[in-house]
């Protein structure tokens, strides 16, 4: 069906364009502690290092296109990632040439003025010339790639010709493909652009009803791994609006928060696109609202036996902002459990925002400490967050209680049996008709260990039925060729935090280890 295509590639789109997201974390925190080591009672050679530090981050903010694009084909390819990538590489660079050489040759050219390229829908990108899409560019050629390269990168030809064949021959093909986008995005892309700032201006104009739906989105849609959809663009692309920070223009709520860091000293005010980087507040005291609540319904008997489950998926939550191991204990059970939760986040960023907290949590608390010190408490009004966050915290709670016990929801430790079943501490969403074969219950062991990537592996209808395995923050995202092969029963005897299948794609919740999961588990099935 045409809707579950439209879903596939959604979910395919958003699980790749995670990996060069996941360095940005690293870039925001490196640029925070390189504005604190410039402050004015720092020793010279500690500013020296802080400038160091800012130039190096700065390089990689202004450069997010190129990232994004490599980033992307290399993800978005099933196998021979590494060629993908450097192919990526090349088609970004072939298409500025090309882009340059076209605007030379007609006379299209803006030249720079007081502000320099600003205004003009034209930016210098590698030391070219270009139309300014952006973050977009990458984006686009990105997947433009990754779809040529899988399309084409296996078929081979023979004897003489064997040298055009494989990679090479998806190398051939998006010569004429670049150079065709290059041209049209001369013409078309200022059109484009002029949409762009429409959506920007009208989701700005929405105010805090914007706000809410934005906030409310980036929860709910969790589940289906479709969140990334919604916070990227907004956090990464001129979407979330654009700012003039230092003389430089600057896109995305994201990058304008980074670049004004950089400029810590004259900022009196933070950008209004900060609102779109507040979504980490349900990380902390939602989740931590919500684990109380459970801990607190839970039968005595069973109090031990929850915390020492949801206590540690509490600290990742608060600390690194990764939610998913405290989500999957209740999104299944009670899908009214994750509406409400779902609200809360939306009605408390809105709320905060109204207050005036400018505050910048896109992550955890490492990172939200981190990076908002750099600014006079003054500017970001970080104390606003904490008053909410603690009135915020015993609302979740006080609500879950009522509801769990309410409606008699089986969440962690309700249960006489938890503990003795799997599935309690494994929530798993199957298709109908998956086999239910029968295995033995008995955990797989650590995380990355041989026997847990077996599970999974056997789980997921072994090696024959997988396509592919790639992983976001928290899960493993893989692509097998029949549902139907599915052991339900394995899965559920495997470590992890909960599964989902949709169609052929399966999503397996595990945590901060994922990735050491998907390296053994590719290592055993012979992927790249």
């Given at each position: 069906?045409?809707?579950?295509?439209?879903?596939?590639?959604?979910?395919?789109?958003?699980?790749?364009?995670?990996?060069?997201?996941?360095?940005?974390?690293?870039?925001?925190?490196?640029?925070?502690?390189?504005?604190?080591?410039?402050?004015?009672?720092?020793?010279?050679?500690?500013?020296?290092?802080?400038?160091?530090?800012?130039?190096?981050?700065?390089?990689?903010?202004?450069?997010?296109?190129?990232?994004?694009?490599?980033?992307?084909?290399?993800?978005?390819?099933?196998?021979?990632?590494?060629?993908?990538?450097?192919?990526?590489?090349?088609?970004?660079?072939?298409?500025?040439?090309?882009?340059?050489?076209?605007?030379?040759?007609?006379?299209?050219?803006?030249?720079?003025?007081?502000?320099?390229?600003?205004?003009?829908?034209?930016n210098l990108v590698l030391g070219f010339q270009v139309v300014d899409m952006n973050v977009f560019l990458g984006l686009i050629l990105g997947c433009l790639t990754g779809y040529v390269y899988n399309k084409f990168s296996e078929k081979e030809f023979i004897d003489v010709f064997r040298v055009y064949g494989g990679p090479r021959l998806a190398f051939i093909i998006m010569i004429p493909t670049a150079l065709v986008f290059a041209v049209a995005a001369c013409y078309v892309w200022p059109v484009v652009n002029?949409?762009?700032?429409?959506?920007?201006?009208?989701?700005?104009?929405?105010?805090?009803?914007?706000?809410?739906?934005?906030?409310?989105?980036?929860?709910?849609?969790?589940?289906?791994?479709?969140?990334?959809?919604?916070?990227?663009?907004?956090?990464?692309?001129?979407?979330?609006?654009?700012?003039?920070?230092?003389?430089?223009?600057?896109?995305?709520?994201?990058?304008?928060?980074?670049?004004?860091?950089?400029?810590?000293?004259?900022?009196?005010?933070?950008?209004?696109?900060?609102?779109?980087?507040?979504?980490?507040?349900?990380?902390?005291?939602?989740?931590?609202?919500?684990?109380?609540?459970?801990?607190?319904?839970?039968?005595?008997?069973?109090?031990?036996?929850?915390?020492?489950?949801?206590?540690?998926?509490?600290?990742?939550?608060?600390?690194?902002?990764?939610?998913?191991?405290?989500?999957?204990?209740?999104?299944?059970?009670?899908?009214?459990?994750?509406?409400?939760?779902?609200?809360?986040?939306?009605?408390?960023?809105?709320?905060?925002?109204?207050?005036?907290?400018?505050?910048?949590?896109?992550?955890?608390?490492?990172?939200?400490?981190?990076?908002?010190?750099?600014?006079?408490?003054?500017?970001?009004?970080?104390?606003?967050?904490?008053?909410?966050?603690?009135?915020?915290?015993?609302?979740?709670?006080?609500?879950?209680?009522?509801?769990?016990?309410?409606?008699?929801?089986?969440?962690?430790?309700?249960?006489?049996?938890?503990?003795?079943?799997?599935?309690?501490?494994?929530?798993?969403?199957?298709?109908?008709?998956?086999?239910?074969?029968?295995?033995?219950?008995?955990?797989?062991?650590?995380?990355?260990?041989?026997?847990?990537?077996?599970?999974?592996?056997?789980?997921?209808?072994?090696?024959?039925?997988?396509?592919?395995?790639?992983?976001?923050?928290?899960?493993?995202?893989?692509?097998?060729?029949?549902?139907?092969?599915?052991?339900?029963?394995?899965?559920?005897?495997?470590?992890?935090?909960?599964v989902v299948v949709k169609a052929k794609t399966v999503q397996i919740i595990i945590g901060m280890q994922v990735e050491d999961l998907k390296e053994e588990i590719c290592s055993r099935l012979n992927f790249e």
């Amino acid at each position: 069906m045409m809707k579950d295509k439209v879903m596939e590639l959604s979910q395919k789109f958003s699980r790749s364009i995670v990996k060069p997201v996941m360095f940005m974390a690293v870039m925001g925190t490196v640029l925070a502690i390189a504005v604190l080591l410039q402050l004015s009672f720092m020793p010279a050679f500690v500013k020296d290092l802080g400038d160091l530090l800012k130039a190096m981050m700065n390089a990689m903010l202004n450069n997010l296109s190129v990232i994004f694009c490599v980033g992307l084909a290399g993800t978005l390819a099933k196998k021979k990632k590494v060629d993908a990538a450097i192919l990526g590489l090349i088609v970004f660079i072939v298409f500025l040439a090309a882009n340059n050489e076209w605007l030379t040759m007609h006379k299209m050219l803006a030249k720079a003025g007081a502000a320099g390229l600003y205004g003009t829908g034209q930016n210098l990108v590698l030391g070219f010339q270009v139309v300014d899409m952006n973050v977009f560019l990458g984006l686009i050629l990105g997947c433009l790639t990754g779809y040529v390269y899988n399309k084409f990168s296996e078929k081979e030809f023979i004897d003489v010709f064997r040298v055009y064949g494989g990679p090479r021959l998806a190398f051939i093909i998006m010569i004429p493909t670049a150079l065709v986008f290059a041209v049209a995005a001369c013409y078309v892309w200022p059109v484009v652009n002029g949409w762009i700032s429409a959506l920007s201006g009208l989701i700005k104009s929405s105010g805090l009803f914007g706000l809410f739906i934005y906030s409310f989105g980036n929860k709910v849609l969790i589940p289906l791994g479709l969140h990334h959809l919604l916070w990227m663009p907004f956090c990464f692309t001129p979407i979330g609006g654009t700012a003039t920070i230092g003389g430089q223009a600057v896109s995305g709520a994201a990058n304008i928060f980074y670049a004004e860091m950089g400029q810590a000293g004259s900022i009196a005010a933070l950008d209004s696109s900060i609102r779109f980087c507040t979504f980490g507040f349900v990380k902390v005291f939602g989740s931590l609202g919500v684990v109380l609540a459970m801990i607190k319904t839970a039968k005595p008997k069973n109090k031990a036996a929850v915390k020492g489950m949801l206590l540690p998926a509490l600290f990742v939550s608060m600390i690194a902002g990764i939610t998913e191991p405290i989500d999957f204990t209740f999104l299944f059970v009670s899908p009214l459990l994750w509406v409400v939760h779902s609200v809360y986040a939306g009605i408390s960023e809105v709320i905060l925002y109204a207050l005036g907290a400018r505050t910048y949590m896109l992550y955890g608390l490492l990172d939200d400490v981190i990076s908002n010190s750099v600014f006079s408490p003054s500017v970001t009004k970080f104390y606003l967050v904490i008053i909410v966050g603690l009135i915020m915290t015993g609302v979740w709670y006080v609500t879950f209680v009522f509801l769990i016990q309410k409606l008699k929801i089986m969440t962690p430790g309700r249960r006489d049996d938890f503990g003795n079943d799997a599935e309690e501490n494994a929530v798993l969403a199957v298709p109908d008709g998956a086999e239910e074969a029968d295995t033995p219950q008995a955990k797989g062991g650590e995380i990355s260990s041989p026997k847990n990537a077996e599970l999974m592996i056997q789980g997921l209808g072994g090696q024959e039925n997988i396509v592919s395995v790639t992983n976001c923050f928290t899960r493993l995202r893989c692509e097998v060729r029949d549902e139907s092969k599915i052991d339900g029963q394995v899965l559920k005897s495997a470590n992890q935090k909960g599964v989902v299948v949709k169609a052929k794609t399966v999503q397996i919740i595990i945590g901060m280890q994922v990735e050491d999961l998907k390296e053994e588990i590719c290592s055993r099935l012979n992927f790249e």
